[in-house]
Each structure stands twice: as C-alpha cells, then as structure tokens.
C-alpha cells in the first residue's frame, strides 16, 4: 500500500523565514514524488517533481528513501507563498496518492 | 490557463439518487483520473481511464463507475448516493511524461 504522510495541517512563518514543509511517504517500490499547491480560490496545480529536481519559485525538494521524506523548503517565504500545499505519490498505474496538506500561511 | 473543465460546478442530490459528473480534457492528453477530495482531506484517487480503458482504481465500491469517450473527455457516475459522497471531485488530465492539469472541481452535496 502507498501512503503519505504530511504531518502539519497548519504552518506558520514569519516573511523572509525558512520553510519547511515535512512530507514522509510509504512506498514498497521506486515512486514519483510531487509537490501540488492549490493558491485560494485557484485550482490545484503541480509545483515541482522530484525526477525534475528543478527549484520552482524558490523551492525545492530531496527525496531522501533512507528516511522516506520529500520534505519541501524555501530559504525565504514570501506572502505569496500562502497557500495549501499537498505531497503526492505515484506508484503502479500511475495512480497518485495525496497526503492531507500543509496549510502555509506566511504573516507579514 | 489549463483547458480541462469539470460540469456542473455545483450539485446538490438526495440520498439514493445518481450522479453523472463530467470532465473534458486538456488538449494532446489521453489519460484522466478522477479525485474525490472531502473537506479538510487531500484529494483521494478514485480511478484513471486511459483510451477509453479503466486503468487503475482505487478503494472505492463499484457504485463509482467512468467512462472515457474517443474524445478523451470523461464521466464520473455514482449510483445510491450516500450523504458521505458529499465532497469535491475533481478530474485531471494527462499524457506519459507530462504533468497532470487539474479542473476546478464539482462539488457534490448529498441531502
């Protein structure tokens, strides 16, 4: 079975301070890590993918399979960055697994 | 701006009844898959179709079913409508090797 795990429903920072959002996944074989972001009132979107290993709007993401996390960071959080943000997964059949999503909410 | 569109936006249905919800793809995509995501939890895969075949389900009963046409365009039908299917169900459209481009979803209310 694939799961995943994104522990914080809610984070909070400060503007210009790190982000980190934490995301652990369970996987029995070699899966597809994203990073989807859904802005308020916009449609779900992909924000990056870890085959790609691209930084997209600042942040980036390392799969680490020893520790099975896909943890997403920015060294600066800008406002705009306030957003819901889901971890996803892609096993067999390309079906895709979400976790339940870090609400990121950066304060002035 | 993403071209796949989800009909109706809004829907409310009484217990028991069915539902047929539709998607229409992104341009040059062959695969869709539908979500069913509840409030508060992140979108849960339903299943993909891809050339008009179920490819790929997942823990839902049989009373969720698709259909995929020549077009590529895609619905969702739930039959015995329970008040738990109340959710937003949202459809994504893809091809190998490209990313998924997600519609704005139907909300689904169950009375």
């Known amino acids: 079975a694939q799961r995943v795990t994104q522990p914080e429903k809610l984070l909070s920072v400060f503007k210009g301070a790190p982000v980190e959002l934490k995301c652990n996944y369970s996987?029995?074989?070699?899966?597809?890590l994203f990073w989807y972001v859904q802005y308020s009132r916009q449609r779900l979107q992909l924000l990056l993918r870890?085959?790609s290993r691209e930084s997209i709007k600042g942040f980036t993401a390392d799969l680490n399979k020893g520790e099975t996390s896909f943890h997403l960071k920015k060294p600066f959080a800008q406002e705009e960055d306030s957003a819901m943000y889901y971890c996803?997964?892609?096993?067999?059949?390309?079906?895709?697994?979400f976790g339940t999503g870090t609400k990121l909410q950066v304060i002035p | 701006e993403t071209g796949v569109t989800q009909s109706p936006t809004h829907l409310i249905k009484t217990r028991g009844q069915q539902v047929t919800l539709r998607c229409s793809s992104q341009?040059?995509?062959?695969?869709v898959s539908w979500y069913q995501q509840a409030l508060g939890q992140g979108p849960q895969f339903i299943f993909q179709?891809?050339?008009?075949?179920?490819?790929g389900r997942g823990n839902f009963p049989p009373r969720f079913s698709g259909l995929q046409f020549p077009n590529y365009s895609s619905e969702l039908n739930v039959n015995a409508l329970e008040l738990d299917d109340s959710a937003l169900y949202l459809c994504?459209?893809?091809?190998?090797?490209?990313?998924?481009?997600f519609g704005q979803g139907t909300r689904l209310t169950v009375v």
């Open positions: 994504a459209s893809t091809s190998p090797n490209t990313e998924a481009f």
């Open positions: 996987y029995s074989g070699s899966p597809e």
């Open positions: 870890h085959i």
């Open positions: 996803a997964l892609s096993g067999g059949y390309q079906k895709v697994t």
């Open positions: 341009s040059g995509h062959n695969t």
């Open positions: 179709y891809y050339r008009e075949e179920e490819n």
